[in-house]
Nanobody
Framework: QVQLVESGGGLVQPGGSLRLSCAAS????????MGWFRQAPGKEREFVAA????????NYKDSVKGRFTISRDNAKNVMYLQMNSLKPEDTAVYYC????????????????WGQGTQVTVSS
């Protein structure tokens, strides 16, 4: 069983940057597709970005393309989400997740989830 722990969230002004990390423990996450999701108050959890186990394929939510970059280091069992040019509408709890198989942009195929890290974009 793989346990996931997110970190790196916080309060940032509009236009600022944050880098989220997702650390895996229990077993290596090499071979798994990894994803970032977010959930704002009163809204459903939504897809943000995902990366294949080899990093050869990535997928982004349209509204974060060009601003967010997903990456992973399988040797360190860590995945990252570099978030630049942050906007107030990016405010949410961000979750990392993994699944066996190809990238999917909905929550249900992902089997393991972290506890989330809060990102607040406000002046």
């Amino acid at each position: 069983q793989v346990q996931l722990v997110e970190s790196g969230g916080g309060l940032v002004q509009p236009g600022g940057s944050l880098r989220l990390s997702c650390a895996a423990s229990g077993r290596t996450f090499s071979g798994y597709t990894m994803g970032w999701f977010r959930q704002a108050p009163g809204k459903e959890r939504e897809f943000v970005a995902a990366i294949s186990w080899s990093s050869g394929e990535v997928n982004y939510k349209d509204s974060v393309k060009g601003r967010f970059t997903i990456s992973r280091d399988n040797a360190k069992n860590v995945m990252y989400l570099q978030m630049n040019s942050l906007k107030p509408e990016d405010t949410a709890v961000y979750y990392c997740a993994l699944r066996v198989g190809t990238i999917r942009v909905v929550t249900t195929p992902y089997t393991n989830w972290g506890q989330g890290t809060q990102v607040t974009v406000s002046s």
